[in-house]
């Protein structure tokens, strides 16, 4: 154990970042009520780490094809891409 001790790292996540240097992304769900009733959505959520500037649009699925979609919408509405993407 003591040797394990003495490799042992610490490691931390920054918090600090350049512009558009990483977004972060995540999915969640709202509750629409439509004609037919209320039903629950699924939502892209992507946000500049540096700036807290985000992006939301409503999705059909959190399939593959629905993500990569988001995506695109995102990175045409922020007017570039990212280096980095962290799901959170």
Request: positive net charge; hydrophobic residues 40%; proline residues 6%.
């Amino acid at each position: 154990m003591a040797r394990r001790r003495k490799r042992k790292r610490e490691t931390f996540i920054p918090l600090v970042h350049d512009p558009g240097q990483r977004l972060e992304a995540d999915f969640g769900q709202i509750h629409v009520d439509f004609p037919e009733g209320r039903r629950a959505v699924s939502v892209l959520i992507l946000v500049w780490s540096h700036s807290n500037y985000p992006f939301a649009v409503a999705l059909p699925t959190q399939r593959t094809e629905a993500i990569l979609e988001g995506m695109v919408r995102g990175f045409e509405h922020f007017g570039r891409d990212s280096s980095l993407i962290r799901w959170l």
